[in-house]
T-cell receptor, first 113, second 113 residues
Framework: GAGVSQTPSNKVTEKGKYVELRCDPISGHTALYWYRQSLGQGPEFLIYFQGTGAADDSGLPNDRFFAVRPEGSVSTLKIQRTERGDSAVYLC???????????FGSGTRLTVV | AQSVTQPDIHITVSEGASLELRCNYSYGATPYLFWYVQSPGQGLQLLLKYFSGDTLVQGIKGFEAEFKRSQSSFNLRKPSVHWSDAAEYFCAAGNTGGFKTIFGAGTRLFVKA
């Protein structure tokens, strides 16, 4: 597509529930990134993929967070047993090389109540 | 540890005045450096990037940034600010190849008439 698409744009869930956030990168971009942005903060790195594999998942805060990219295109960030502290904007970005910089999506605002 | 510091949480400038936003990084080697802008309700947009060559780089929207190795800085400048430049600005640094970019906390720019 023309840009990075993230769905849903907003998600409200109850504490303890499971959520999935979807990212559709720019066609042909092999690298895909997930970041989390809390209010008043800069984006915090979570994970990045090269193709289908997670090249670096060191930013995932704990084992409740998991991300997949099974066909090397669309990616899903999965959060189990959500907590109120997971509330944030989850940003996805893609690129064909890292040095060119990223193209970001508009984000998914997750609110855990 | 690798880090990016933006010392100013917010800055206010008059329309037509010059602008400089500060950024310092801490990395083992010269990282790939970026500036992004985030307007209200919009995704992050890449303004400019540096990884080698001329230390003064030009970006979109009339912005430029200067890399100073001796000061570990990559400050963003604009000669004349327009009201539409009001936004949040993020400095970022990436490892070799530009992957796994880490972001500063951001500087919010206010423009007064």
């Amino acid at each position: 597509g023309a840009g990075v698409s993230q769905t849903p744009s907003n998600k409200v869930t109850e504490k303890g529930k499971y959520v999935e956030l979807r990212c559709d990168p720019i066609s042909g971009h092999t690298a895909l990134y997930w970041y989390r942005q809390s209010l008043g903060q800069g984006p915090e790195f979570l994970i990045y993929f090269q193709g289908t594999g997670a090249a670096d998942d060191s930013g995932l805060p704990n084992d409740r967070f998991f991300a997949v990219r099974p066909e090397g295109s669309v990616s899903t960030l999965k959060i189990q047993r959500t907590e109120r502290g997971d509330s944030a904007v989850y940003l996805c970005a893609s690129s064909s090389t890292g040095e060119e910089g990223y193209t970001f999506g508009s984000g998914t605002r997750l609110t855990v109540v | 540890a690798q880090s990016v510091t933006q010392p100013d949480i917010h800055i206010t400038v008059s329309e037509g005045a010059s602008l400089e936003l500060r950024c310092n990084y801490s990395y083992g080697a010269t990282p790939y450096l970026f500036w992004y802008v985030q307007s209200p309700g919009q995704g992050l947009q890449l303004l400019l990037k540096y990884f080698s060559g001329d230390t003064l780089v030009q970006g979109i929207k009339g912005f430029e940034a200067e890399f100073k190795r001796s000061q570990s800085s990559f400050n963003l400048r604009k000669p004349s600010v327009h009201w539409s430049d009001a936004a949040e600005y993020f400095c970022a640094a990436g490892n070799t190849g530009g992957f796994k970019t880490i972001f500063g906390a951001g500087t919010r720019l206010f423009v007064k008439a």
